[in-house]
């Protein structure tokens, strides 16, 4: 498999204070040909106006991942955690058998953009859970910033899917070896990256399966997060 996904043939929605990009299908924007990639099933790119943001509402059975890129971003829920998402900052929260959180733009003048990723559990019912870390060493690299063993510093994660988030410079590059049975999302945030004979501009997915190994090379600066997730093929 080898799916370049652009930027603008992504589904979309403004509500005047969000502006959001929707990667798979996603509220009322419903595409039977982009549902999922294996247990990844949301990646929403959000853009939140000052003072604004979603009020309190529930999830349940689900792993929801949010990374910001700009601005900064406030969370609170109904375990009592309350916290600030600032760039750098991967935070998770398991919704497990349920749970209540608000996300706002936490500025009153600049605007907030992240992305939100969800990621379905392998074990439905789970006790509602929260985690936060900020990762500073992203350059030049292939950071893991989530996994389900939370090896190697990361954050863990109910399912068996690694996220990967890494900056690189002009024609920096990084390598990924793939296992059987596996196959990888790159989300492209900012700058360019050539993988193959594709080349990626900000806002573009990629999905890959079925390869030994991924070289990935930067065109200009440019930030990604990578996931690697199990696939049935």
Known sequence: MHYHRPSNERGQADHGWL?????????NYYDPNHMQFGPLRVINEDRVAPGKGFDAHPHHDMEIISYVVEGTLEHRDSMGQISII???DVQR???GTGIQHS?????????VHFLQIWIMPEQRGLKPSYAQRHFEDLN???RLVASKEARDGAISINADVDLYASKLVANEGVSFHLRPKRGLWVQLIHGSLSIGQTQMQAGDGLALSQ???VDITACEASEFILF???LDD
């Open 19 to 27: 502006k959001s990009k929707h990667s798979f299908s996603f509220a």
């Open 86 to 88: 600032k760039p750098g």
């Open 93 to 95: 929260m398991s919704a």
């Open 103 to 111: 996300e706002y733009n936490a500025s009153q003048t600049d605007p």
């Open 140 to 142: 030049g690299q292939l």
């Open 211 to 213: 390869l030994e190994s």
């Open 228 to 230: 690697d997730v199990p």
